[in-house]
């Protein structure tokens, strides 16, 4: 596989489940962040890894909480989340060096019941 | 309040014609600048970007230009093809990185056969 890969595609959850999702990169950069895209609003940055260390919380719930275990591999565990938080979550992986753009998975979408 | 404006939110042109899209910023210290292309039950894809010491960047069919005085860019592609219909998101970061990626809400560009 190549480029960015997340899984699952489609998640439905009830607000007292705990999930996770899942982001894979085969693109050998060394930071991986976490996006939400709402309805009719801009892609919203939560989370930033730079070479596994988080750099960046941009004010997230704690019922979202984001893992790290290598350069490669990025989670997000959900837990007792609310019908706000249904919306399109991205993965993107980019290499911080100066002028090089993100590349982005083709989201989960998650809808909270 | 947004830093990444793109005040269109859609946007019809004929095939072969040229198609011109906006995004207007407000914080002065952004200094590279990015256009993805999305489309739908996708995630974004790069194509293009533009540091601010350059006004021009050009590739292939895309041109990115940027008016730091007017705190303006815009993208045109020339000649537009049905394949390029998708959202079109404008994206800016601060000292050239790109880990903190600021987007606009997108532009929904439509392109008649």
């Known amino acids: 596989e190549t480029g960015v890969t997340q899984t699952p595609r489609h998640l439905v959850m009830g607000m007292t489940n705990k999930k996770s999702l899942k982001c894979e990169q085969h693109?050998?950069?060394?930071?991986m962040y976490w996006y939400k895209q709402s309805a009719k609003k801009p892609l919203e940055l939560m989370f930033v890894?730079?070479?596994?260390?988080?750099?960046e919380n941009n004010s997230v719930p704690s019922r979202f909480s984001p893992e790290c275990p290598n350069s490669s591999h990025l989670f997000l565990h959900l837990h007792t989340l609310q019908p706000e938080d249904s919306a399109l979550y991205l993965c993107a992986s980019s290499q911080v060096v100066q002028g090089l753009p993100q590349h982005f998975g083709d989201g989960t979408r998650l809808s909270i019941l | 309040d947004q830093q990444v404006k793109q005040n269109s939110p859609s946007l019809s042109v004929q095939e072969g014609r040229i198609s011109i899209l906006n995004c207007d910023y407000t914080?002065?210290?952004?200094?590279?600048f990015l256009w993805y292309k999305k489309y739908p039950a996708e995630g974004p894809t790069f194509l293009i970007s533009i540091s601010s010491i350059k006004d021009k960047n050009e590739d292939g069919r895309f041109t990115v230009f940027l008016n730091k005085s007017a705190k303006h860019l815009s993208l045109h592609i020339v000649p537009s093809q049905p394949g390029d219909s998708a959202v079109y998101f404008c994206a800016a970061s601060v000292q050239g990185g790109s880990e903190k990626l600021v987007f606009g809400k997108g532009t929904k560009l439509t392109v008649n056969p």
């Open positions: 890894y730079n070479f596994k260390e988080q750099t």
């Open positions: 914080n002065s210290m952004f200094d590279y």
């Open positions: 693109l050998g950069h060394n930071a």
